[in-house]
């Protein structure tokens, strides 16, 4: 699976987007991004995956470049309840095998009131 | 039911004790995994399970060892274990074939050997 490269930490006013980029410039075809997220001592947490169209979802949106080189992931309003770890992970399955999850150093996201 | 319950949701062990930490989903997934992970660290993949059967292992020291009993239960049984093994483990479930699909965590259980 491709490797992913994010900002270590960001912050982010309450009430505003926030914007969380991830480069994985060495991506495939067959490569899925996914997001997730992890609440302190909580388990991750999904919230959106595209392969190459822009998704968007009850919590967020995920635009991906059209050289599929890079994405960001769209909080449209952030509360104080999304501060959280956030890691982009690139992968790819083979059908009818499990799938592997690795996850990168992700991005520390704070929301500031 | 759409959780992933893992069980005990602390454990406090030591080194000579046997424990084992419970996963259950019942939500049809016929992958499931066992992610460790350290203080300020991300998860990291210890054995992955599909239809029962494992799949991969890590690399991870015999002192872990990993149950399907059946599609909806995956145990770990810790034994002999060393304080640096300390962390919080974390059971994942996912469904399989053709597609991709997004992993379930559970809450995980929040080890300490002392």
């Known amino acids: 699976d491709a490797k992913t490269t994010q900002p270590p930490s960001m912050d982010c006013a309450e009430g505003r987007a926030a914007n969380l980029p991830c480069n994985h410039s060495t991506i495939s075809g067959n490569e899925y991004v996914y997001w997730y997220r992890q609440i302190h001592s909580q388990g991750p947490q999904y919230i959106i995956h595209g392969l190459k169209n822009n998704e968007t979802n009850e919590m967020a949106s995920l635009i991906i470049t059209e050289d599929r080189k890079s994405s960001t992931l769209i909080l449209p309003h952030a509360t104080l309840r999304d501060t959280a770890v956030y890691y982009c992970i690139v992968r790819v399955g083979r059908s009818g095998s499990a799938r592997q999850l690795t996850f990168g150093s992700g991005t520390q996201l704070t929301v500031l009131p | 039911d759409t959780e992933v319950t893992q069980t005990p949701k602390h454990l406090v062990m030591g080194m000579t004790n046997k424990k084992s930490l419970k996963c259950e989903q019942h939500m049809g997934h016929r992958a499931m995994y066992w992610y460790k992970q350290k203080a300020k660290k991300p998860p990291e993949l210890m054995f992955v399970?599909?239809?029962?059967?494992?799949?991969i292992n890590e690399s991870v020291p015999s002192r872990f060892s990993p149950e399907c009993p059946n599609s909806s239960l995956l145990n770990l049984h810790l034994h002999a274990l060393q304080p640096e093994d300390s962390a919080l483990y974390l059971c994942?479930?996912?469904?399989?074939?053709?597609?991709?699909?997004?992993?379930?965590f559970g809450s995980g259980t929040r080890l300490t050997v002392v």
């Open positions: 994942a479930s996912s469904q399989q074939g053709v597609g991709n699909y997004g992993y379930t």
């Open positions: 399970y599909s239809y029962e059967k494992l799949s």
